[in-house]
């Protein structure tokens, strides 16, 4: 196996192949490991595979040579590697909202909330990102049975599946709000963008955007909106960073006068 370390990771990619001995160097015809994922892009190899379980590890492989009379033969020929936890994601600080007239506490209609996710440099979690948000349209945050709005995002083509490329909200936001006949939301809309396009190999961004207060059809009367948002990004089992917050936000035009009862993540 070859990774370019001299430390196997899980939900890396393990290159199997046979070291040339000889003239007759067998060739591999198939790999294999247990709930591994195998990949044959490369003829008679090397193969990848990849085991997202750390631990000892494993490997069989089927080799094909050549008798000196010009008969084919098989083989099979087994090794075990141990595969090293790969490093926890982390999640950046917290990107707060300015105000657009301080003296007034006034900020920039919509202000947004964001952060990312990277996975480690030298041992990344390759396993798919997960991202629950949960959102209320009172000035509290959501309870318990408040429906979750969930998607995955992998960092590995072969995890895709075609659920899971095109989302059910208006968009591609994960949460998108209901609007007014004017086009105002009524609460708060959630994005996630992977760094690389449709996969998240570079990481994700999370951004929170606020509603501003919305008028009345009919009428001059304008409406607060309080919003509530619980949302988690989730890998291998774990919690990366969860984001709490509770607002009220009124105004329109060229600013926004928000509350903001409780802003808090947990990394």
């Known amino acids: ?24 160097t ?11 994922h195998f ?11 990849v085991s997202d379980t750390p ?12 008798e000196s009379n010009g008969t084919s033969c098989s083989m099979t020929a087994s090794t075990t590697v141990q595969l090293a936890s790969p490093a926890r994601s982390k999640a950046s600080k917290l990107k707060r909202p300015h105000y657009l ?28 990102f997960t991202v629950k948000a949960r959102v209320s349209r009172r000035f509290k945050l959501p309870g318990k ?6 998607q995955v995002y992998p960092q590995r083509f072969f995890d895709f599946k075609e659920s899971n ?23 708060v809309e959630v994005d996630v963008r992977p760094h690389a396009d449709r996969i998240a190999s570079k990481g994700l961004k999370v951004i929170a955007i606020s509603p501003s207060g919305y008028p009345a059809d009919r009428a001059l009367k304008f409406f607060q909106t309080p919003w509530g948002l619980d949302l988690q990004v989730l890998q291998s089992g774990r919690q990366i960073a969860r984001l ?10 060229q600013s926004s006068r928000c509350r903001f009862k409780k802003v808090h993540l947990a990394r």
């Open 101 to 128: 007239v301080p003296k007034r506490k006034l900020y920039k209609p919509n202000p947004t909330f964001s952060f990312t996710v990277k996975p480690d440099k030298a041992a990344p979690d390759r396993t798919p």
């Open 165 to 187: 490329t095109l989302l059910k909200y208006c968009r591609l936001e994960l949460v998108c709000p209901p609007h007014t006949g004017r086009g105002f939301p009524k609460g």
């Open 1 to 24: 196996m070859e990774t370019g370390s001299a430390t196997l990771y899980a939900s890396h990619t393990l290159r199997v192949e046979v070291v040339p001995q000889g003239d007759n």
């Open 55 to 66: 631990g000892p590890f494993p490997v069989t492989a089927v080799l094909s040579s050549f």
């Open 244 to 253: 709490r917050v509770v607002a009220r936000c009124s105004g329109g035009g």
């Open 39 to 49: 990949d044959d892009n490369s003829g008679d190899g090397p193969f990848t595979l």
């Open 145 to 150: 049975g408040a429906k979750a709005k969930t």
């Open 26 to 36: 067998p060739s591999i015809k198939s790999a294999s490991g247990p709930g591994a």
